[in-house]
């Protein structure tokens, strides 16, 4: 085998997506079919295979996937060694993320980057129910996120804690600085769509409890969800980092959520195989120190 084809293969086996698979090689899409054409010759299988409009890995590619993207995370992590200079490496991180932190925590992130590795940059994913999966197979380098039960594939640190608030207009009948967990299922909301139509670390709690949300308006935005309470009477719970940064953008005034609504965790999570990897270690090591300076300035300002 040509071994100057392991990098292709491996993306290919990843994007499931030959054209995609080309912008990440700096490629044309033709030379990259050529590619696959030359990889199913020389491995006897198809590796990628038709699943209605998107492609599917064989067996056989998930196998080699595996093997070939640990090789590739070993090379890279013994051609880097002791040399790993983070101001003359160029790699775009792939990381997948919410609009919370990608609003209120990956600013900080890039300036960091920018001060320490200015060649290296950023490509934001939405979080999704695929990110898991896009982890396990390399399609992305990390996540930071708010955890539910990760696969045992995958390593899960710590960064930060949250808590939510409320974002009422300023006419809202609703008075006080709180409000009751009553007064909150009585009115309704504005969801910023997390997972299918859901705020879960919200909603799944108050379902559970057999009080669920009267929901009025589902949005995957942010800003529109902070427009929409300004404009009427639907109450919208957002964490408390990213709810003040609307603050002074929109006619809006922030209350004190229910008691009962508790806050969250985010974490940085990635997969096992990227342990020894010298940039993507040196990487998770400059989001972790971000989030510490970034929140316990906050703690300290508190």
């Not at 002074?248 to 096992?272: C, D, Q, T």
Request: hydrophobic letters at 40%; aromatic letters at 8%; glycine letters at 6%.
């Amino acid at each position: 085998m040509d071994l100057n084809l392991i990098r292709p293969l491996c993306v290919l086996l990843e994007e499931l997506h030959v054209s995609r698979a080309a912008e990440r090689c700096e490629m044309s899409q033709p030379a990259m079919s050529r590619i696959l054409e030359r990889l199913r010759s020389t491995f006897g299988d198809e590796l990628l295979v038709r699943n209605g409009r998107n492609y599917g890995r064989t067996p056989r590619g998930d196998a080699i996937l595996a093997e070939f993207r640990e090789v590739l995370n070993r090379i890279e992590s013994t051609v880097a060694g002791s040399q790993f200079l983070p101001e003359h490496y160029d790699m775009r991180f792939r990381v997948a993320t919410t609009d919370y932190a990608s609003a209120v925590f990956v600013p900080h992130l890039l300036r960091d980057l920018e001060e320490r590795s200015p060649g290296s940059g950023l490509s934001m994913m939405a979080w999704n129910e695929r990110s898991y999966d896009d982890l396990e197979t390399g399609r992305l380098d990390a996540a930071i996120m708010s955890a539910d039960d990760p696969p045992s594939s995958l390593v899960c640190e710590p960064l930060f804690e949250e808590d939510y608030v409320c974002m009422a207009s300023l006419d809202h009948p609703i008075r006080g600085n709180r409000v009751s967990l009553e007064s909150y299922l009585a009115c309704r909301h504005a969801v910023v769509d997390i997972m299918r139509g859901w705020q879960p670390s919200i909603d799944q709690p108050l379902v559970a409890r057999g009080q669920p949300r009267r929901i009025g308006y589902v949005t995957p935005f942010a800003g529109s969800a902070v427009f929409a309470a300004a404009q009427t009477t639907l109450i919208l719970t957002l964490p408390r980092r990213l709810a003040m940064s609307y603050r002074n953008v929109a006619p809006v005034r922030m209350l004190a959520a229910p008691a009962e609504i508790g806050g969250f965790s985010y974490s940085l999570l990635w997969h096992k195989r990227l342990d020894t990897s010298g940039p993507h270690g040196w990487f998770r090591s400059r989001i972790k120190r971000v989030a510490s300076d970034l929140f316990d300035v906050e703690r300290l300002r508190a």
